[in-house]
């Protein structure tokens, strides 16, 4: 039976595609308009813990774009007809009571691809504590506002360039130390935001490839504070496939000499991909797969192009060359189509559930258990989906006795 708490979902990001369908997601959920297909924690998986239901949640976050979920929700439906003008307007309410909990994010570290979507008067800071102080005063009024047993921040924003950690990321005093640093600042936004929900005490979860808590200093900062962690790059389309479909190959002793795969998207996702920088930290996630599961490294190829007309819906299609026995060599190809946010969404409510469920139970740290909803798994180098799932059904299986 569930408690009926009252828990928070902190969105950076909050009014792109994912953050808008995810709130969709819950307003429609906890009126009855739809059903949970597609929501992990709600398949008939062998044991389910006490999650939060999706009336339990009140919707929060950052974004660096003045806008409302409405506005979004309507967006989305005329570009790419992802909802129906009906539900809107049934769950508009509860869309607008949600975008006035938002509040405008930082972009500090943030390169042309980002910026250029921010809208005039956005607050600046000289260096990432400040930063972090004004985000920490968003979260700590957001919490107390609502009356919020827990809170737990998770971040869909747009793929930042490739951060890469120094010394001031080895440990955790050393990043304190530079926190206040004005040239080179030692945080992207990510970082910042990530800092900013561990250092109160609330669980965090990275749903993109950006920075976030990839450092040992905040691994450090997540277990002094005693909460859970995850990440990172949501696992919804053709990466899924190369999880699902490499350890066939592996299995049958089947040698992969290439895979290639072409990506095309449109939305604002898209657009900041469009960006080299941005772009490069996504092809890493991509292409990360293939060898963990395979042994060794097929030729490969990662392509992310941008198509303006395809709005929310993206295509990859893929090429896989193997040799079979007395070195036959042969072929095969598929091709995935899928509305990025109405995949992506129903995952970034299950990571909060899950996160939250988590920091109730006393977890601290990172949450190698929710690797199979990830392309680059903190905590884990297991990248076979179904060895993943093993690991997660064991979890919950734990989880739901404890």
């Given at each position: 039976?569930?408690?009926?708490?009252?828990?928070?979902?902190?969105?950076?990001?909050?009014?792109?595609?994912?953050?808008?369908?995810?709130?969709?997601?819950l307003?429609?959920?906890?009126?009855?308009?739809?059903?949970?297909?597609?929501?992990?924690?709600?398949?008939?998986?062998?044991?389910?813990?006490?999650?939060?239901?999706?009336?339990?949640?009140?919707?929060?976050?950052?974004d660096i774009?003045?806008?409302?979920?409405?506005?979004?929700?309507?967006?989305?439906?005329?570009?790419?007809?992802?909802?129906?003008?009906?539900?809107?307007?049934?769950?508009?309410?509860?869309?607008?009571?949600?975008?006035e909990?938002?509040?405008l994010?930082?972009?500090?570290?943030?390169?042309?691809?980002?910026?250029?979507?921010?809208?005039s008067?956005?607050p600046?800071?000289?260096?990432?504590?400040?930063?972090i102080?004004?985000?920490?005063?968003d979260?700590?009024?957001?919490?107390?506002?609502?009356?919020?047993e827990?809170?737990?921040?998770?971040?869909?924003?747009?793929?930042?360039?490739?951060?890469?950690?120094?010394?001031?990321?080895?440990?955790?005093?050393?990043?304190?130390?530079?926190?206040?640093?004005?040239?080179?600042?030692?945080?992207?936004?990510?970082g910042?935001?990530?800092?900013?929900?561990?250092?109160?005490?609330?669980?965090?979860?990275?749903?993109?490839?950006?920075?976030?808590?990839?450092?040992?200093?905040?691994?450090?900062?997540?277990?002094?504070?005693?909460?859970?962690?995850?990440?990172?790059?949501?696992k919804t389309g053709?990466?899924?496939?190369?999880?699902?479909?490499?350890?066939?190959?592996?299995?049958?002793?089947?040698?992969?000499h290439?895979?290639?795969?072409h990506?095309?998207?449109?939305?604002?996702?898209?657009?900041?991909?469009?960006?080299?920088?941005?772009?490069?930290?996504?092809?890493?996630?991509?292409?990360?797969?293939l060898?963990?599961?395979?042994?060794?490294?097929?030729?490969s190829?990662?392509?992310?192009?941008?198509?303006?007309?395809?709005?929310?819906?993206?295509?990859?299609?893929?090429?896989?060359?193997?040799?079979?026995?007395?070195?036959?060599?042969?072929?095969?190809?598929?091709?995935?189509?899928?509305?990025?946010?109405?995949?992506?969404?129903?995952?970034?409510?299950?990571?909060?559930?899950?996160?939250l469920?988590a920091?109730?139970q006393?977890?601290?740290?990172?949450?190698?258990?929710?690797?199979?909803?990830?392309?680059?798994?903190?905590?884990?180098?297991?990248?076979?989906?179904?060895?993943?799932?093993?690991?997660?059904?064991e979890?919950?299986?734990?989880?739901?006795?404890?």
């Amino acid at each position: 039976m569930a408690n009926h708490r009252r828990v928070g979902l902190w969105l950076i990001g909050a009014f792109g595609g994912v953050g808008s369908t995810v709130a969709m997601g819950l307003a429609a959920m906890s009126r009855g308009l739809t059903s949970t297909t597609g929501l992990v924690t709600a398949g008939p998986t062998t044991s389910r813990p006490d999650f939060d239901a999706p009336a339990d949640f009140v919707i929060g976050g950052h974004d660096i774009r003045k806008s409302c979920f409405k506005e979004s929700a309507l967006g989305l439906n005329e570009r790419s007809g992802i909802f129906t003008a009906r539900m809107i307007e049934a769950c508009s309410p509860d869309l607008q009571a949600w975008s006035e909990n938002v509040q405008l994010g930082t972009v500090l570290q943030s390169n042309e691809a980002i910026t250029a979507m921010a809208s005039s008067g956005l607050p600046t800071a000289k260096h990432p504590r400040e930063a972090i102080d004004r985000v920490q005063a968003d979260l700590k009024a957001f919490q107390k506002k609502h009356d919020l047993e827990q809170v737990v921040v998770v971040n869909v924003a747009s793929t930042e360039p490739p951060f890469v950690a120094g010394p001031e990321h080895q440990s955790l005093a050393a990043l304190q130390a530079a926190l206040s640093r004005v040239e080179n600042p030692v945080l992207p936004a990510s970082g910042i935001y990530a800092y900013a929900a561990m250092d109160l005490g609330l669980a965090y979860v990275n749903f993109t490839p950006s920075f976030g808590a990839t450092s040992p200093a905040m691994n450090e900062l997540a277990l002094l504070k005693k909460v859970p962690y995850a990440g990172q790059d949501g696992k919804t389309g053709e990466t899924l496939l190369k999880t699902v479909l490499a350890p066939m190959f592996a299995a049958r002793n089947l040698k992969v000499h290439s895979w290639i795969g072409h990506n095309i998207l449109g939305g604002g996702d898209g657009r900041v991909l469009n960006n080299p920088e941005n772009k490069a930290s996504k092809v890493k996630s991509k292409d990360a797969s293939l060898p963990a599961i395979l042994g060794y490294k097929p030729q490969s190829l990662v392509s992310i192009e941008y198509v303006e007309s395809l709005d929310d819906w993206k295509t990859a299609w893929d090429h896989i060359h193997f040799e079979g026995f007395l070195g036959t060599k042969m072929a095969m190809q598929f091709t995935w189509q899928g509305c990025d946010s109405i995949l992506a969404a129903p995952l970034v409510i299950d990571l909060a559930r899950l996160a939250l469920f988590a920091r109730r139970q006393g977890q601290a740290g990172v949450m190698a258990e929710v690797a199979c909803f990830f392309k680059s798994p903190l905590g884990t180098t297991e990248q076979d989906f179904f060895r993943q799932w093993k690991m997660f059904e064991e979890y919950l299986g734990r989880a739901a006795r404890s």
